[in-house]
């Protein structure tokens, strides 16, 4: 069981970037996805999840309307797309599996990717 999550990078303040969690090993049908990012001494912090039932969708409230959470089951990869990039935006992200319903403690997550790094700077 293994999640991949790519797409990280340097971006200027105002740029985009899409993140990509992509499972193996298993089916992400019937998992919640979370992505989670930390930055240097600072917690894990949920930035934005999706259920795997009725796709419902959560996001913090310093991304909202800036990050879109999105999954393609046939590809069994889910997305974060980040629009209008902030520098508090820079951390390493991570994405997490769970069974079924969003949480969103990172504790409650069984199974977690390596980790991106996302710099956000001019």
């Known amino acids: 069981v293994q999640l991949q999550a790519s797409g990280g990078g340097l971006v200027q303040p105002g740029g985009s970037l899409r993140l990509s969690c992509a499972a193996s090993g298993f089916t992400l049908d019937d998992y919640a996805i979370g992505w989670f990012r930390q930055a240097p001494g600072k917690e894990r912090e949920g930035v934005s999840l999706?259920?795997?039932?009725?796709?419902?969708?959560y996001y913090a409230d310093s991304v909202k309307g800036r990050f879109t959470i999105s999954r393609d089951n046939a590809k069994n990869t889910v997305y974060l797309q980040m629009n209008s990039l902030k520098p508090e935006d820079t951390a390493v992200y991570y994405c997490?599996?769970?069974?079924?319903?969003?949480?969103?403690?990172?504790?409650?997550?069984?199974?977690w990717g390596q980790g991106t790094q996302v710099t956000v700077s001019s």
């Open positions: 997490a599996a769970r069974p079924w319903i969003i949480a969103t403690m990172a504790e409650f997550y069984d199974y």
């Open positions: 999706i259920s795997s039932s009725d796709g419902s969708t």
